[in-house]
């Protein structure tokens, strides 16, 4: 490992990485091998966790595909100089900020969804110049070994390369200095993480999970609330990151939303043989979820094969905050539903947890729209509408506090790998002697005068 950061180092330090030009000819080489090689990507993807070609399209691929092509348009737009204003008191230079890589950059993605939360990043990394380790997730191990064949074969190991590996492998990864770790996983980790960069002082993006809360209010479009909710919540069985992981329900209204969850869970059709479901990463996992499973609140679901590592959409009623299915976040097809008295108990009850990745709310009522956006803080969300947030790229992507550091997606990711270096450029024909002795009551007043002050 220690060779190949080498080697890497002393690659970025020939500059050839920089130019725009390289930079848009690597992204344009990755499309066409992952384009060349999707069958095998499809094939692994299915042989770990039966996910089908529907949904890893759909939900990895469109948008792996989407980011190089965003990023092939808009990179020369995002590395340009940018000049800006200069202070009176430089009078009279220039003033110009230039994007440049940081150099030798760690990505560590998450299994959930394997090849965006590996590829994505790693598009932002190669469109900021950078050289790329990519360290998937060792949890699908198929997906993992053929992120490993497409990229080792096609690129040199010195720019961009894939070691595979699970806690060994990543640990002794991040002894190593890098000049950015891009890091997708749990918050225990995310805190081992934090903790090795900060010893070279390595900038890091966290990009965590948490428990994201639907809160649905009285009056709202109960049906759509309920189409919208149940398709986020099951789908890769729960294990996305920004799925809703518990509802918040005016009470008025939860035996009408239990009713139409019930019936859009029947109507979707979950079944493996269908494509319209995946299995459970692994059987610790199975466990896990079995575990927060309390078979006197199932109302739906509930049924668990632990060979097959499935269970079903799961809909549990009267959960309680001390119930143990709200002490972590759930990540599997488990739809814990709680009640509220009024909005602002709503409130103190979210703002008990850390900060959630994701928040939505479900209403028509402007006031409580506002009052939940201006109170609560999280990653980003959703009005009326859960998921569907993730797919713009001309926003940033994030957690806050517990549920991450930083952003990406689109020029937020560019940003993420890059530094702004600000430069002051003036020329030598004029100096305001302001600064040098002998100084003066005199010089003192023209610099209050010359920065605004009185
Ligand atoms: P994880 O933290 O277990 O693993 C993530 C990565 O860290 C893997 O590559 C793994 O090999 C590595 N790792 C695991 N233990 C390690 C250790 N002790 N030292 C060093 N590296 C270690 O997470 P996961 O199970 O892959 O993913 C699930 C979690 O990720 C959930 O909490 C979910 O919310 C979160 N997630 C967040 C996002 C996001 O975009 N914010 C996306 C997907 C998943």
């Not at 969850?261 to 610790?284: H, L, M, P, R, W």
Request: hydrophobic share 40%; aromatic share 10%.
């Amino acid at each position: 490992m220690k060779d190949l950061i080498n080697k890497q180092r002393e690659y970025f330090n020939t500059n050839a990485t920089k130019s725009v030009a390289f930079r848009k000819e690597q992204l344009k080489k990755l499309q066409t091998i992952l384009k060349q090689n999707e069958a095998l990507l499809l094939d692994a993807i299915f042989q770990d966790f039966k996910k089908s070609e529907f949904d890893t399209y759909s939900s990895e691929l469109v948008f792996v595909y989407h980011d190089i092509s965003e990023a092939i348009k808009k990179v020369g737009k995002w590395s340009k100089i940018k000049r800006a204003r200069t202070n009176l008191l430089n009078f009279p230079a220039k003033t110009f900020v230039i994007p440049e890589p940081l150099g030798v950059t760690l990505v560590i993605g998450a299994w959930n969804y394997p090849y965006l939360l590996s590829l994505a990043p790693a598009v932002a990394a190669i469109a900021a110049g950078n050289t790329v380790i990519l360290k998937p997730s060792e949890l699908p191990p198929n997906t993992s070994r053929a992120l490993a064949k497409i990229i080792n074969e096609n690129f040199d190991s010195e720019y961009f390369h894939v070691i595979e590996g699970g806690v060994a492998e990543t640990t002794a990864l991040l002894a190593e200095k890098f000049d950015k770790i891009f890091f997708t996983g749990s918050v225990p980790v995310g805190k081992i993480i934090y903790q090795a960069a900060a010893k070279h002082l390595t900038p890091v993006t966290l990009e965590l999970g948490g428990k994201s809360p639907a809160i649905i209010t009285a009056g709202c479009n109960l049906k759509m609330a309920a189409k919208r909710i149940v398709w986020a919540k099951f789908l890769n069985a729960g294990q996305t990151c920004i799925s809703p992981d518990y509802i918040l329900i005016d009470p008025k209204i939860k035996s009408e939303f239990i009713a139409l969850v019930k019936s859009e869970i029947e109507q979707a059709d979950y079944s493996t043989e269908n494509d319209n479901y995946v299995q459970i990463i692994n059987n610790q996992n199975v466990q896990r979820l079995a575990q927060l499973i309390d078979s006197e609140k199932v109302i739906m679901g509930g049924e668990i094969n632990v060979a097959e590592r499935l269970i079903s959409p799961t809909v549990l009623d009267n959960v309680t905050f001390e119930d143990p299915i709200m002490q972590e976040e759930i990540f599997g097809p488990i739809m814990p539903i709680l009640t509220y008295n009024n909005l602002d108990e709503a409130i103190a009850k979210v703002k008990s947890y850390p900060k959630p990745l994701s928040l939505y709310v479900f209403t028509k009522n402007k006031n409580d729209r506002a009052k939940i956006l201006r109170e609560l803080s999280f990653g980003g969300g959703g009005v009326n509408e859960t998921i569907m947030q993730i797919t713009n790229h001309h926003v940033p992507f994030g957690g806050v506090g517990e549920s991450g550091i930083g952003a990406y997606h689109g020029e937020s990711g560019f940003k993420s790998f890059s530094h702004y270096k600000s430069i002051l450029d003036k020329p030598t024909w004029f100096e305001l002697n302001l600064k040098y002795s002998p100084l003066s009551a005199k010089k003192l007043k023209w610099v209050k005068f010359m920065t605004g002050r009185k």
